[in-house]
Each structure stands twice: as structure tokens, then as C-alpha cells.
């Protein structure tokens, strides 16, 4: 076992424990990748050598590395990369010491810590008495040879049973058959295993189930399977690659194999004449992958006992459709009729998801008087956690949770529970973004920005598209990378024109630009959108942020100043993230 930082790492037991002892949860493949680092601790690993080692024979992209590298760095509570630190141009090095050991009931006292050097560490048994390890392997290989015995018996009795059932795993475990390429040319072939590569790498994100590759051969066939799959699946999912002189369209269809009917149907239609071919199959596959994986999480939510019934479905739209007119009072009457459905219905999730949502909203923009925004934030997390205790695994409860941990600055939390999000669809982008606001908080830029460049190359769900533009191009301006950040606020704006802050932000990059008269009628616009406006109230909250971050938050003020916004004082309000 591996040793660092209070950590123990157990590769036969696939188990990290923390300092407190307690098991930590990583994705088979996060698993991997810390090994990899960990035996190889004090050497820089390239990128290329980690994806052949953890994904041989697949070709994917430096995106599943990155998800990798963050889903360990949030299980380590590695948040300023100490621990795991990227090397620019050569690869990731794990900088903590680490020392190697074997369980205690097996090695003397003397052998039990020893320093690794690299991949080559070993555990000197001559320290040990060799009286003691002949004990021990002989009782290892007759405890294994009784173990063989009962598997075959056992093995024998029920061969014919489903692998779920032998594994005694409630875990759904799905086929991902070739992708039909209805074409045929080489383009299409390229394209199709472009797209069979990003699918199963998103798939194999997902936690809660479990993928099993085809009997056929390949990740693109040109015909459709002849042979009979699903023998020992839950589901299998087909795909259908098809073009037309416009556009590419994919297609998948998710079949139960207990009763042969399709559960998920999803398709997506592209533009041919896209000239990047990667981010095309990382589209096409994401467009139907993001439906796939809110399905595949709706199965598993589908006996959950604290659904909405009837009534509170209704009472949801109904206060959805108040919401969305997007005034105080139309607030206040959302919030009574959420409030009147969850007395009668305390323990219903979706009322307490719908309600905590509408405390959100109402916090963000400022609806709620300073001395309600305490009591609507505690009610909202008080809502957040019940919810989370009845429907653990639900991605509209996860989602939430996410955005409005980070809406309220507690970042250590919101990171991880943005990442439980990203676990359950890979692919959101309304996650991604909320990971990236909390990145760009702790003063973390560089990351920030690759995680809405992200959200942008998987561009789901489409209705949330204009806030990874809006934040790559407020990373950008904190990189001083303003010709990128006009382009990406000018983007966000094309899709949602009335958002204040994208105004304020194409002003600053426009003046450190020298474009001082589109600057002062960006921010015009501003001001128009955002009557009021000064530097403290289109702020994010200070609280819990970096000192990196708030000194680039100072920068963008001063520029702001110049062009004429009012200066706000030092105590920061709760702006909305408009």
C-alpha cells in the first residue's frame, strides 16, 4: 500500500482511504491515474504516456485526462495543485512524498514504512524473518486454492445467471454496440470513430453503471450488427451515423433487453460543412450523450418514492412560469405557491428543489432585503440537504446543489458537488460552468477557462450555452486576453442580449484594447440593462475568495471607473450572475 499526505492507497483493494481513515470515492479510471502518479511520484509524467496507459487501445481526448486529473485533485483537497502539478508542455508530476507498506499483520515494524523512489519501489522482505513469510504463503496459497475450489461449484451453479446477478450488483450494466455508418466513405468512418471514442468516454464517467464492450469488432460498422447482443446486458444502445449535403445527423436508441423496449431515443443534426472534425464528433456524441445520461439517471430515480405526484407538478410549472417573467412580484407569487404545495407536501424533492431554486434566484437578484438574504440562503440549504438524503443520485438535485454552492461562495463544497454532477452526465455544461465560476473565484484562470472552452466544444445543453461564453471571456480578461475575450462575450451577447454583466465585461476588454468608444457604448448598454449599476454591486461576492482573483477583480473596476461607472463601496453584494 501507498502512503502520502495522511492518505493510504490500496491497489489491490482499489481503495483510497483519507487522513481520517474514511473510504474516497474515485471512478475506476481516476483510480488508475492516481496509482500511475503515485508509484511514479517525483517524475514528470507526459500526458500521451498517461492516456495509453489508461485508456490503451482508445483514442481519446486531453479532455477525460483533464476529468481525471479533477476528480482526483477534489478527492485529495489538492484545490491549489500542490500535490498534482501540471508541467507545462511535458505532463502532470505528484509532488508528495510517498512511502510503501504492507499491511501490519503481515511485516514486522521495521519494514512496514519505507521510502518509494519512483515506479521502482519495493518492500525489502529480508528484513523480515523467513520463517514468518513461508507461514504466511503457505496459508495464502491454501486459503487461494480453497477459494478456487468453491468458485468452480459455485461458478457451475449458476453459469446461465446474468453477470449483474453473479456480481451481486445492482448496477445496470449497458452494451455500447459500432455505430452504424449509413455512408460508408472513409469520412464517415473517421467521423463514426471519432464520435464510438467520445461516447464511450463519456459513458465510462458515469457513475452507477457499468459498460461492456460489443461482440463486434471495431467502434464503426458499415451494416448493421447481424449478431444477437445484450446477452448479458440490461440495456444496449445503438447508434446510426447518416449525412445529407447539409448536415450530419447521429442518432441512438437505448434498448431494455428485459422487455425490448427502447427506453431513449436521442438525435442530434450538425452542420457538414464544419471544418474542425473532432469538435464534430465531440458534438454529435454530446448532443445525444447529454440526453442519455439524464434518461440513464431517470431509470434509476424511477422507483425513488419522493417524486413529484400530479399536483406538484402542476404547482411547479405554475411557479416556473412566474419565475420566468422575471419581476419581484411574479417572485413573490412563485414562492407562495411553492410554499403552499410543500407544507402539504414536505418531503416531496422536486417542491424542495423547485423552492430552493426560486431562494437562489431571488438572492442573486437581489429581490430578497439584506437582512432576508441569511434566512432565504439557510432555508435554501436546509431544502438542498433534505433533498439530497432522499434522491442522493438525482442530477436535477445535484445540479442545484452545485450552482448554489457556488452562488454562495463555499467553494471546498462546490467543487466536489459539482463534480458528483459531472459524474452523473459528463456532459453538462451547466455544471462545467458552475465548476468554472468557482475556478475563476480561487484565482485558478487557466483552469476556468479550459472548463468553459469544455462546456463550448460539448455546447450542451444549448439553453445554457451563453453562460461558458460569458465566462471564457471573463477568464480571458483576467488572463489579459482581450481580443479572445471580445470574441467570446460578443458570442454570449449574440444569444442572450440582455445581460448587464457580459456589457461590463466586453467594456473592459475594448479599453485595454485602446477601443475607448466601443468600450464607453458597451458600457452604456450596461448601464441601460443595469440601471444603477457601480463596481461593488456587479461583483461576485468577496467571501471565500482568492486574493488572486480579487486583485484581477480590482483591475476590471479600475478600468470600469475610467470609463465613467460609479465606484461602489467595500462591502460586496450578492450580484446576480446576469
Known sequence: MFCFAGFVLDPDRAELHGPDGSAIRLRPKAFELLSLLVTNNRRVVGKQELMEAIWPGIHVGEDSLFQCIREIRTALGDTERHMIKLVSGRGYLFTADVTV?????????????????????????????????????????????????????????????????????????????????????????????????????????????????????????TAKPTADPGGNADF??????????????????LINMGNREIESVAEVTLDANEPDRQRLASRLAAGVGYELANRINKIGEANNPASQDTAASIAIQQATASINQTTKERFATARSILEKYLSDQP????????????????????????????????????????????????????????????????????????????????????????????????????????????????????????????????????????????EWLQRSIAITPGTGRAYMLLATAYQRLGRTEEAKQAL?????????????????????????????????????????LPAGGEAQKSGDQN
Open 101 to 221: 507498506r504492507q499491511e501490519a499483520s503481515e511485516l514486522p515494524h521495521a519494514a512496514r514504512d519505507i521510502p518509494a523512489s519512483g515506479a521502482g519501489a519495493t518492500v525489502d522482505e529480508g528484513r523480515a524473518p523467513a520463517r514468518l513469510f513461508g507461514s504466511r504463503k503457505i496459508l495464502a496459497f491454501g486459503t487461494l486454492a480453497i477459494l478456487c475450489v468453491i468458485a468452480v461449484i459455485v461458478g457451475a451453479s449458476i453459469f446461465s445467471a446474468r453477470v449483474s446477478n453473479v456480481l451481486g450488483s445492482s448496477q445496470p450494466i449497458i452494451e455500447v454496440l459500432p455505430i452504424v455508418d449509413t455512408v460508408g466513405d472513409s469520412e464517415s468512418a473517421a467521423l463514426a470513430q471519432g464520435i464510438a471514442a467520445e461516447m464511450i468516454g463519456g459513458l465510462s464517467k458515469i457513475g452507477g453503471i457499468r459498460l461492456i464492450a460489443s461482440k463486434e469488432q471495431g467502434l464503426a460498422a
Open 236 to 253: 444496449i444502445l445503438r447508434g446510426e451515423l447518416q449525412r445529407s449535403p447539409q448536415s450530419w445527423t447521429f442518432q441512438t436508441r
Open 347 to 486: 418531503n416531496n424533492a422536486d417542491l424542495q428543489i423547485a423552492l430552493a431554486t426560486l431562494h437562489l434566484r431571488g438572492i442573486q437578484l437581489a429581490w430578497y432585503d439584506p437582512a432576508e438574504i441569511k434566512a432565504a440562503e439557510s432555508e435554501a440549504r436546509s431544502q438542498l440537504e433534505h433533498a439530497l438524503r432522499t434522491r442522493p443520485n438525482s442530477l436535477p438535485v445535484l445540479g442545484i446543489y452545485c450552482r448554489f454552492l457556488t452562488a454562495t461562495n463555499q467553494f471546498s463544497e462546490s467543487l466536489v458537488a459539482c463534480a458528483r454532477a459531472l459524474s452523473g452526465n459528463p456532459w453538462d455544461g451547466a455544471a462545467l460552468f458552475q465548476l468554472g465560476l468557482t475556478q475563476i473565484q480561487l484565482g485558478r484562470f487557466e483552469d476556468a477557462l479550459a472548463t468553459f472552452e469544455l462546456a463550448d466544444r460539448f455546447d450542451t445543453p444549448a439553453v445554457s450555452r451563453w453562460t461558458w461564453l460569458l465566462g471564457a471571456g471573463w477568464a480571458d480578461i483576467f488572463l489579459d486576453h482581450n481580443e479572445d475575450a471580445v
Open 524 to 564: 452604456a448598454k450596461g448601464l441601460e440593462l443595469r440601471p444603477g449599476s457601480t463596481t461593488a454591486n456587479i461583483s461576485l461576492p468577496s467571501r471565500n475568495a482568492s486574493p488572486i482573483y480579487l486583485e484581477g477583480r480590482q483591475a476590471i473596476s479600475r478600468t470600469l471607473i475610467e470609463l465613467g
